[in-house]
Nanobody, 117 residues
Framework: QVQLVESGGGLVQAGGSLRLSCVAS????????TGWYRQAPGKQRELVAS???????NYADSVKGRFTISRDNGKKTSYLQMNSLKPEDTAVYYC???????????WGKGTLVTVSS
C-alpha cells in the first residue's frame, strides 16, 4: 500500500510559479510511474506529466515548456515545477503512482492551485 501526500498549492498571479511536492509512504519500486493529474471545475481529470523511476518524462501539450516533473527516488518524493502559470492552469492537482504490470494505482487527495489573471 502506498499513501501519497501533496503540498505546495496556493494562489498565484498569472505568470508566476509554484512547486508542488508529493511524498510517498510505503514501498516504492522501480516499475512505478509517478504522475501529476489535474481536474478543473466541471472538467475531467487530465494527465499533466508523468515520470518513470529512471527519469523519463512526458508532458501534456498544454504544459510543455512551462512545467517540469522530477523525482527523488531516495526521498520517495516527486515534484512538479510550474512556471509561467496561466488562469487555465487553475485546478486541483493530484499525485498518482501507477505500478506497471500489476494493475495497482494510488492517488493523493490533491492540492488546489489557483491562478488569478
Amino acid at each position: 500500500q502506498v499513501q501519497l501526500v501533496e503540498s505546495g498549492g496556493g494562489l498565484v498571479q498569472a505568470g508566476g510559479s509554484l512547486r508542488l511536492s508529493c511524498v510517498a509512504s510505503g514501498s516504492m519500486f522501480s516499475i512505478d510511474v509517478t504522475g501529476w493529474y489535474r481536474q478543473a471545475p466541471g472538467k475531467q481529470r487530465e494527465l499533466v506529466a508523468s515520470i518513470t523511476y529512471g527519469g523519463s518524462a512526458n508532458y501534456a501539450d498544454s504544459v510543455k515548456g512551462r512545467f517540469t516533473i522530477s523525482r527523488d527516488n531516495g526521498k520517495k518524493t516527486s515534484y512538479l515545477q510550474m512556471n509561467s502559470l496561466k488562469p487555465e492552469d487553475t485546478a486541483v492537482y493530484y499525485c498518482n503512482v501507477r505500478r506497471v504490470g500489476y494493475s495497482m494505482e494510488y492517488w493523493g487527495k490533491g492540492t488546489l492551485v489557483t491562478v488569478s489573471s
